[in-house]
């Protein structure tokens, strides 16, 4: 089975609220995270990344936790936009350099 | 700057045949890694070119090959062309093999429809 799961395949959303999306993974050996957005019609786009010597890291907007003791990864939008609906997709890479992607969390921002 | 390119951006064929789809990495990466999206779920490493070698493959049959050019441009080769074939392919460039050396790229992908 897939190393890297996403726990809710959607999520709805109200505009201006904060969105949570979560992540779980299975292999302990993997050092690097990172969270894509993907639009209908696009490629991944790279949001934010966090290596395993951290647990939190802060973009413009957008926070990464990360809990290597339950191996949980969760990504954080502070007032979610209409522009933010896409399918998010959780990434892991470990010592072999291959990027692992869970099934993705279709973000739906409601007006 | 430009980003990854792929071509084409869709492409139709038949069982049985062979399809090759390109990729132009960002301006200053050397590694094109590619991918296969099917609908509905996240990308699935197909493999990975480096120093125009392929370092790191993934669950996939000798159907799927791959070159990397002296320019770090790349191809991906599918013989014999099943209809589970169907995806979208996506290349994704980085700088240097190392893991978390910096995050990959994606082109926005070539639609493969198999008939």
């Known amino acids: 089975g897939e190393s890297v799961g996403l726990h809710l395949p959607t999520l709805s959303v109200q505009e201006g609220d904060n969105s949570i999306i979560n992540c779980a993974y299975s292999?302990?050996?993997?050092?690097?995270f990172i969270w894509y957005k993907q639009e209908s019609g696009k490629g991944p786009q790279f949001i934010i990344d966090i290596r395993s010597n951290m647990d939190k890291r802060q973009g413009q907007r957008v926070t990464v936790l990360l809990n290597k003791t339950v191996k949980h990864l969760s990504l954080q939008i502070a007032a979610t936009q209409p522009g933010d609906s896409a399918v998010y997709f959780c990434a892991e890479i470990s010592n072999d350099y291959k990027l692992s992607f869970g099934a993705g969390t279709t973000v739906t921002v409601r007006a | 700057d430009a980003g990854v390119t792929q071509s084409p951006t869709h492409l139709i064929k038949t069982r049985g045949q062979q399809v090759t789809l390109r990729c132009s990495p960002k301006?200053?990466?050397?590694?094109v890694s590619w991918y296969q999206q099917a609908l509905g779920q996240g990308p699935q490493f197909i493999f990975q070119y480096y120093e125009e070698e392929e370092r790191q493959r993934g669950n996939f049959p000798d159907r799927f090959s791959g070159h990397q050019f002296p320019n770090y441009s790349s191809e991906l080769n599918v013989n014999a062309l099943l209809l589970g074939d169907s995806a979208l392919y996506l290349c994704?460039?980085?700088?240097?093999?190392?893991?978390?050396?910096?995050?990959?790229?994606f082109g926005d992908g070539t639609r493969l429809s198999i008939l």
């Open positions: 994704a460039s980085s700088l240097g093999q190392g893991p978390g050396n910096q995050p990959q790229h």
């Open positions: 292999n302990s050996a993997s050092d690097y």
């Open positions: 301006s200053g990466h050397d590694t």
